[in-house]
């Protein structure tokens, strides 16, 4: 009877222990947003990359969890809003679409003045790394509002989906064409005519006739359906982009514990490279789901991809004059200089001499 109460006691105190070290570790609520949901890459990379590792380092010291209350789809504010909201505290960490905030934030937005890159996603990526890294003016542009940049996202590349048949730029002529802020000027030279819109608003827009095509991401387009309405897709490779970022409040960033504060700050790099294999996953799945719902796909040739990028503005010259007068960024053309070597550094030969012009 002894060795069993002996034997009795041992497992209390064993259980006993076990339980204060499950409750030992200090919860922290964070609201985590944004105006989109999370069939878009850039969430589904918070969802999948972001947040599950932050919970696994945590984790592995025991000292503190987070109760992640999650705001996608516009619960705390919509896509044009998000900067703000982080700003104000409203989101503790906000994914923010840089085509959204191009006023506030113009170092962020200088992919959309370079487009006709590449559907490389990663090669990007990767230019895009080496060029925020050169250039830490650009990730702390973030600061002036309140907030700590953490880790990019890409997007897929961006491409022309019609209610009919286009197979050059000729076709496109006369056109209604819906895209979103610098992406408008995309189509200078092509006769379309831009209408202002948002990703969200596509399906609708095309399906009532506000324009007869779109410019968006693929793998976003086919979340949407969006081939129930347009059922042709000019693949032009516009060019994949750094389109967004998930960014941290300051105030809340300041009241962490360290331990989380580290693990928070070293998870943003993780995040950009889950954003980078969803994208190169569902580009592949999208392209081969338009293809399966009939899509009819017109690849075009580099010549007359060239001869669209030649027909343009230069968007370049013209942004780096923004930066200058507007923001009083003088090393606008450094900038891109540097990012048009880190492209081809990594295998992408652009269409047009930007600069050299």
Not at 54 to 78: H, S, T
Not at 181 to 193: K, S
Request: proline share 4%; net charge negative; aromatic share 10%.
């Amino acid at each position: 009877m002894r060795k069993i109460s002996i034997v009795f006691l041992v497992m209390v105190l064993v259980l006993s222990l076990s339980a204060c070290g499950e409750t030992a570790a200090k919860t922290i609520t964070l609201r985590i947003g944004t105006g989109h949901t999370v069939e878009q890459s850039w969430v589904q990379a918070i969802v999948d990359y972001f947040m599950p590792t932050v919970d696994k380092k945590l984790a592995a010291a025991g000292n503190y969890k987070i109760e992640w209350i999650e705001c996608f789809g516009g619960v705390v504010a919509p896509h044009t809003e998000v900067l703000e909201a982080v700003e104000d505290g409203l989101l503790d960490i906000g994914w923010i679409g840089y085509v959204f905030a191009a006023s506030k934030l113009p170092l962020q937005n200088i992919h959309y003045n370079l487009p006709f890159t590449t559907d490389d996603v990663a090669a990007e990526s990767a230019a895009a790394e080496k060029l925020f890294a050169a250039y830490p003016q650009i990730p702390a542009e973030f600061q002036a509002y309140n907030q700590t940049f953490l880790g990019m996202a890409m997007m897929t590349n961006y491409d022309v989906f019609t209610k009919e048949l286009c197979k050059s730029t000729a076709d496109l002529k006369g056109q209604k064409i819906g895209a979103a802020g610098a992406n408008l000027a995309w189509l200078d030279g092509t006769g379309a005519v831009g209408v202002q819109s948002a990703l969200s608003e596509a399906y609708q827009n095309l399906q009532t006739g506000v324009y007869t095509g779109v410019i968006q991401p693929v793998d976003s387009m086919y979340n949407v359906q969006i081939y129930e309405v347009a059922p042709f897709l000019l693949n032009a490779r516009l060019g994949s982009l750094w389109g967004g970022a998930l960014t941290v409040n300051n105030d809340f960033l300041a009241s962490l514990p360290d331990e989380v504060k580290t693990v928070i700050l070293e998870t943003g790099p993780i995040y950009q490279q889950g954003s980078v294999e969803i994208c190169k996953n569902n580009y592949a799945k999208s392209i081969q789901g338009f293809k399966d719902k009939g899509t009819v796909i017109t690849v075009m040739d580099d010549q007359p991809r060239a001869e669209w990028a030649k027909s343009i503005q230069n968007l370049p010259k013209l942004y780096i004059e923004t930066l200058k007068k507007n923001f009083g960024i003088e090393n606008g053309e450094e900038i891109f200089k540097k990012f048009i070597g880190f492209l081809n550094e990594e295998g992408v030969q652009l269409p047009r001499n930007w600069l050299g012009e």
